[in-house]
C-alpha cells in the first residue's frame, strides 16, 4: 500500500519561496517517476512537476519553468518541490503523485495534500 505524507505548504508573498516535501512509503522499486499536480479552487487538476527515481530525469509544466524545482532523496524516500518567485496563480493544493516524465499524471490523489496561498 503507498502512502504519502506532504508537507511544506503555506501562505507566502508574491515573489516567495516555499518547498514542498512528500515522503513515499510502499513501492516495490525505486523506478518510478513521482512528482506534484495542484488543484486550484475548483474541480480542474494540473500536472506541474514530475521525476525520475531511477535516473533523475525531469518535467515541469510551462507555466513553472525556471521558478519550480524538484529533486529526490531516495535514502529518505522524499521528494522536493522548491517553488520560487511564487505568484498568486500558484495557489492551490499541492498533492504527491504517480507521473511520467513525459507529462503524464495519476490524478488519484494518496494524502491530504499541502495548501499553497500566495498573496498579490
Known amino acids: 500500500e503507498v502512502q504519502v505524507v506532504e508537507s511544506g505548504g503555506g501562505l507566502v508573498q508574491a515573489g516567495g519561496s516555499l518547498r514542498l516535501s512528500c515522503v513515499v512509503s510502499?513501492?516495490?522499486?525505486?523506478?518510478?517517476?513521482i512528482g506534484w499536480f495542484r488543484q486550484p479552487p475548483g474541480p480542474v487538476r494540473e500536472g506541474v512537476s514530475c521525476?525520475?527515481?531511477?535516473?533523475?530525469?525531469?518535467y515541469y509544466t510551462d507555466p513553472v519553468k525556471g521558478r519550480f524545482t524538484i529533486s529526490s532523496d531516495n535514502a529518505k524516500n522524499t521528494v522536493y518541490l522548491q517553488m520560487d518567485n511564487l505568484k498568486p496563480e500558484d495557489t492551490a493544493v499541492y498533492y504527491c503523485?504517480?507521473?511520467?516524465?513525459?507529462?503524464?499524471?495519476?490524478?488519484?490523489?494518496w494524502g491530504q495534500g499541502t495548501q499553497v496561498t500566495v498573496s498579490s
Open positions: 503523485a504517480l507521473c511520467t516524465v513525459r507529462g503524464n499524471f495519476d490524478f488519484r490523489s
Open positions: 510502499g513501492f516495490a522499486s525505486d523506478d518510478v517517476d
Open positions: 521525476i525520475s527515481l531511477s535516473d533523475g530525469n525531469t
